[in-house]
C-alpha cells in the first residue's frame, strides 16, 4: 500500500509516544488493514491487499541523536531494545511483494473507502461491546489473511473462524439461546434481509461446512466438505468485512453504500460458484465470480 504518515495532531510530530499511544497506533493500524482487504478483488489479475502490507514497525529515536532503537512487544507488554543503531534494514516479506497501489486501478475503486476506515477508528476508544467485538475480531482475521510461506489455508481456517465467531458473538452464544451459539444463524440473521430464502440456505450450509472445517483441524471426526479449504477462507475473507460493515450500519455509525450492498447481494452467488470438493477450472470459477458481482449491481439498481 502507499505509505501513510500520521500523527497526534495535539503534539509534535516527534513527540515521544507513551506506551497507551502505541497501542492505540497499533489498533488503528490493523483497522487501516482490514479497510484496505475490504477492497481487494478476488480470482482475477489485480494486486492484493493483505495484513503483511500493514505489519508495524516502532522505532525510538531523538532529534539530538542521529540514532534509532526498535520498540517491540514483550510479554510483559512493550520493550524497547538498549542497541542503538545509526539505521535498522528491514527485509521486505515475500507476502508483500506485490504492492498495490492507487495508479494501478479504476478511479472509482480505491485503496480503501474513508467512510469506512472513519467508522472503524471510532471503535479504538470506545467501550461498547460492538466496538469491543470489532478490535478482539480484527487480530485473527489479519492474522487469517498475512498470506505469509509459513501458513497454510486450514490455518487461515481456523484464525477467520475465530475472527467471525467473536465478531458475532458466537464465543460468547451460551448465554444467548441457540441463534447466538451457531455461526450459520448468526451469519445468516446479519444479510438476510438481501437474500432470498433459497439463498439464506446456501450460505448458512457453506457456514455449517466451514465451521465444521474448522473443527476437523481442531481434531474432530471429519465430516462432509462441499468446499476447499481456500474457498472457506476466501469466502470468510469476504464477509468479515462486509458483516463488520452491516453491524456499524445497524449502530448508525456507518451507511452501507452501493458497493456494500452489490457484495452483500452477490455472496450466495459466490458461495455457490467455488462450491465443490473436486478440481475446479480457476478461469472459469474466476468468470463466475465476477459475473456474480455484475447481476447482483443490475440486481440492485432494479430494486431502487
Not at 475480531?137 to 490455518?155: I, T, W
Amino acid at each position: 500500500m502507499d505509505t501513510p504518515i500520521c500523527w497526534f495532531a495535539d503534539r509534535s510530530p516527534i513527540a515521544q509516544l507513551a506506551w497507551d499511544d502505541i497501542e492505540r497506533m497499533r489498533q488503528h493500524i490493523f483497522f487501516l488493514g482490514l479497510a484496505g482487504i475490504a477492497e481487494n478483488a478476488y480470482l482475477h489479475d489485480f494486486e492484493q491487499v493483505n495484513a503483511t502490507h500493514c505489519r508495524r514497525v516502532f522505532q525510538f529515536f531523538r532529534s539530538d541523536l542521529a540514532q534509532v532503537s526498535l520498540i517491540r512487544r514483550h510479554r510483559e507488554g512493550h520493550w524497547r531494545s538498549p542497541w542503538r543503531a545509526s539505521e535498522i534494514l528491514s527485509v521486505v516479506p515475500p507476502a508483500a511483494q506485490g504492492r498495490p497501489t492507487a495508479a494501478g486501478r479504476p478511479t472509482y475503486w480505491p485503496l480503501y473507502r474513508q467512510d469506512f476506515l472513519d467508522a472503524l477508528a471510532g471503535c479504538v476508544d470506545t467501550d461498547d461491546a460492538l466496538s469491543h467485538g470489532i478490535r478482539q475480531s480484527v487480530a485473527p482475521f489479519l492474522h487469517g489473511n498475512e498470506m505469509d510461506e509459513y501458513s497454510s489455508a486450514e490455518q487461515d481456517v481456523v484464525w477467520l473462524a475465530a475472527a467471525l465467531e467473536q465478531l458475532v458473538g458466537v464465543a460468547r452464544g451460551q448465554q444467548a439461546g441457540r441463534r447466538g451459539a451457531r455461526l450459520d444463524l448468526a451469519i445468516g440473521d446479519l444479510f438476510e434481509a438481501w437474500w432470498e430464502a433459497p439463498e439464506l440456505r446456501l450460505v448458512r450450509r457453506w457456514a455449517t461446512h466451514f465451521y465444521r472445517k474448522r473443527n476437523e483441524i481442531h481434531g474432530a471426526t471429519a465430516t462432509a466438505n462441499n468446499w476447499h479449504d481456500w474457498a472457506h477462507a476466501l469466502l470468510a475473507t469476504v464477509i468479515y468485512p462486509l458483516a463488520v460493515k452491516v453491524l456499524l450500519a445497524r449502530a448508525g455509525r456507518y451507511e452501507l453504500n452501493g458497493f456494500d450492498l452489490t457484495g452483500i447481494m452477490a455472496l450466495p452467488a459466490r458461495v455457490a460458484c467455488i462450491e465443490g470438493s473436486g478440481e475446479l477450472d480457476q478461469k472459469a470459477v474466476g468468470l463466475r465470480w465476477q459475473v456474480a458481482l455484475h447481476d447482483a449491481a443490475i440486481r440492485r439498481t432494479r430494486r431502487q
